[in-house]
């Protein structure tokens, strides 16, 4: 069974912007010295995204597959782990209900609300950590495999469509999607985050295209700058 994640003493710090940009499957905790502890998941198998709560506790999504981009059919609906750093230990399991697909990352909005995107089933899916209830929410573009997500200053909910050559937002309060297209075909969004000024940014993950994104909100812009030259990498 694969290592959960990595804790170093006596000071840590998780490196969440890295792995949304980079799409890193399995998130560690760092620290640039000190030992290495090992925390294998409670239940389940191939750990992907990682978020913190208020409380800070580290939630951890399970999807018990490896996507590629989706599972394969068949495979039952993921779990959600949640762990207390201070005492090493895990506090709880959530089996996602059936019709719910496999979260890969997660993402605390500030009503201690969590957000996942499943791309199985096609849907934009939540815990209720108050009543202890999931909900779901089915994308408007079929086959758009939702995939990464982040919460922006506002409360809505962001996610990129790793099908579909899209991000979309989704709004909590009226419940209404909106989808943004990317100028380039199968570009394949993958890892996304919001920085201070509400700035969506997103990877666009095919070799093809090798492009990150930034959509400005306020102006309904979508800019994009190469990561490199060429396709291959050559200058």
Aim: hydrophobic share 40%; glycine share 8%.
């Amino acid at each position: 069974m694969a290592p959960l994640f990595r804790r170093f003493r006596p000071l840590f710090v998780i490196l969440a912007a890295l792995v949304l940009a980079l799409g890193v499957a399995v998130p560690v905790l760092v620290h640039a010295a000190g030992n290495a502890t090992d925390y294998f998941v409670a239940s389940g198998s191939d750990p992907w995204g990682t978020t913190f709560d208020s409380n800070g506790n580290v939630w951890v999504a399970v999807p018990g597959c490896d996507p590629n981009p989706t599972c394969s059919a068949g495979t039952a609906p993921g779990k959600i782990e949640e762990f207390n750093p201070s005492t090493s230990s895990w506090v709880q399991t959530l089996q996602l209900p059936a019709g719910y697909g496999q979260p890969l990352f997660l993402a605390f909005d500030g009503k201690g609300r969590l957000w996942f995107p499943a791309g199985m089933s096609n849907a934009i899916e939540m815990y209720n950590a108050g009543t202890k209830t999931f909900h779901q929410w089915t994308v408007p573009t079929a086959n758009a495999i939702p995939w990464d997500v982040a919460v922006d200053h506002s409360g809505n909910v962001w996610f990129t469509e790793h099908g579909s050559n899209k991000i979309a937002r989704f709004n909590p309060n009226t419940r209404v999607f909106k989808e943004i297209a990317t100028p380039a075909t199968n570009s394949v969004p993958y890892g996304l985050t919001v920085d201070a000024n509400n700035n969506i940014w997103f990877t666009e993950n095919n070799p093809a295209v090798a492009l990150i994104a930034k959509y400005n909100v306020s102006k309904s812009k979508l800019l994009e700058y190469k990561v490199r030259p060429t396709a291959n990498g050559n200058s």
